[in-house]
T-cell receptor, first 115, second 116 residues
Framework: KAGVTQTPRYLIKTRGQQVTLSCSPI?????VSWYQQTPGQGLQFLFE???????NKGNFPGRFSGRQFSNSRSEMNVSTLELGDSALYLC??????????????FGPGTRLTVT | AQSVTQLDSQVPVFEEAPVELRCNYS??????LFWYVQYPNQGLQLLLK??????LVESINGFEAEFNKSQTSFHLRKPSVHISDTAEYFC??????????????FGKGTLLTVNP
């Protein structure tokens, strides 16, 4: 099976702009989670989607949003970008209904730089 | 609420030496524990997990971790490290799938550097 894919891999944006990142989960996986990784704050959970519904949400401002499509692909959007949004954004997928559903598989990430 | 503390931010060792990366957790609900590894410019790879049963879990590349409920610890060990083990290692805790705690809460990471 192909792994989790994320596009684009690298992105440079200007303060005040908005950005959309995309994630394609492993085939058959219906849960998609997003994480932000920065040197200062480490790895932080953004949100989780399952069957097109947001099931869990982390402590991020409303500028961070996401959605999931019927094919389980997910996008996250950040509006009104700030310098502090520069980070590696990681997407992870997991199956549902068996012991392996506890395992989250990560993509390579999208490196966002805000100037 | 869940939290994870990795006690060492950096661990330098020589090749073929043993290593232990320490991890302590706290949680008010049943926990599931994980170790992930991250190589430079890559995403996270699952190294091993504890869900239930035997408290000693092993990975295919020689790492092992022991779940200790009384000490709320999940330390990672390897008896003999290789240069290729140089990476950042993250300990994480999660609640069960489908619940409100189904999210990975990570420690700050431990950078393992293996020197020749």
């Amino acid at each position: 099976k192909a792994g989790v894919t994320q596009t684009p891999r690298y992105l440079i944006k200007t303060r005040g702009q908005q950005v959309t990142l995309s994630c394609s989960p492993i085939s058959g996986h219906r849960s998609v989670s997003w994480y932000q990784q920065t040197p200062g704050q480490g790895l932080q959970f953004l949100f989780e989607y399952f069957s097109e519904t947001q099931r869990n949400k982390g402590n991020f401002p409303g500028r961070f949003s996401g959605r999931q499509f019927s094919n389980s692909r997910s996008e996250m959007n950040v509006s009104t970008l700030e310098l502090g949004d520069s980070a590696l954004y990681l997407c992870a997928s997991s199956s549902e209904g068996d012991a392996r559903s506890y395992e989250q598989y990560f993509g390579p990430g999208t490196r966002l730089t805000v100037t | 609420a869940q939290s994870v503390t990795q006690l060492d931010s950096q661990v330098p060792v020589f090749e073929e030496a043993p290593v232990e990366l320490r991890c302590n957790y706290s949680s008010s609900v049943s926990v599931y524990l994980f170790w992930y590894v991250q190589y430079p410019n890559q995403g996270l790879q699952l190294l091993l997990k504890y869900l239930s049963g035997s408290t000693l879990v092993e990975s295919i590349n020689g790492f092992e971790a022991e779940f200790n409920k009384s000490q709320t610890s999940f330390h990672l060990r390897k008896p003999s490290v290789h240069i290729s083990d140089t990476a950042e290692y993250f300990c994480a805790v999660s609640g069960p799938p489908g619940g409100s705690n189904y999210k990975l809460t990570f420690g700050k990471g431990t950078l393992l550097t293996v020197n020749p």
